[in-house]
């Protein structure tokens, strides 16, 4: 069964620093990853889906990347705000029985 | 508009009732899923279905129960069996069945036991 992680479980930042979220899996046979931010009390939404053949996917100042060999992806942010305070959530879609699996989340804190 | 629709966002069960959650989406995607959240926690598996007529299991499909009549919709039952049913539930869908796409969720429903 896929296991995913996210380190660090929080993370509290000033506002206007680059920071990274770490996602590590534990079955490569993935066909995507996806992060998510999920705000308190709602649904996710969705903020980039790497392809299991693409290395990286980026949204404004948002970065993806993803090491499929090493189990892993990071989520780089640049130049937080606080409106990114929320919580980051990674998962990923299994090649062998196409369940999505979620990692425990980072919850992010950016504060002005 | 587009999406996928959770009702009703809040639900109060008593003790033995089986209460039923709806999940229903336009975007003409096969594969549907139903998760729980935990205060603090991430989401857990509960269900998922890549076509009409099929479901699996996930890791906590103990107490629950999913039908998948039509490809818009993926009910999601909580049975009295459930004994701690408590929580954050969550549906989401995406195109599917190779799963190379990337998935949608409703706002939710929020289940409290009285």
Not at chain 2, 10 to 34: I, P
């Amino acid at each position: 069964k896929q296991e995913v992680t996210q380190i660090p479980a929080a993370l509290s930042v000033p506002e206007g620093e680059n920071l990274v979220l770490n996602c590590s899996f534990t079955d490569s046979a993935i066909y995507n990853l996806q992060w998510f931010r999920q705000d308190p009390g709602k649904g996710l939404t969705s903020l980039l889906l790497i392809q299991s053949s693409q290395r990286e996917q980026t949204s404004g100042r948002l970065n993806a990347s993803l090491d499929k060999s090493s189990g892993r992806s990071t989520l780089y942010i640049a130049a937080s705000q606080p409106g990114d305070s929320a919580t980051y959530l990674c998962a990923t879609t299994s090649y062998n029985n196409n369940d999505m699996r979620f990692g425990a989340g980072t919850r992010l804190t950016v504060k002005p | 508009d587009g999406g996928i629709t959770q009702s009703p966002k809040y639900l109060f069960r008593k003790e033995g009732q089986n209460v039923t959650l709806s999940c229903e989406q336009n975007l003409n995607h096969d594969a549907m899923y139903w998760y729980r959240q935990d205060p603090g926690q991430g989401l857990r598996l509960i269900y998922y279905s890549q076509i009409v007529n099929d479901f699996q299991k996930g890791d906590i499909a103990e107490g629950y129960s999913v039908s998948r009549e039509k490809k818009e919709s993926f009910p999601l039952t909580v049975t009295s069996a459930q004994k701690n049913p408590t929580a954050f539930y969550l549906c989401a869908s995406s195109l599917g069945p190779q799963g190379n796409t990337e998935a949608f969720f409703g706002q939710g429903t929020r289940l409290t036991v009285v």
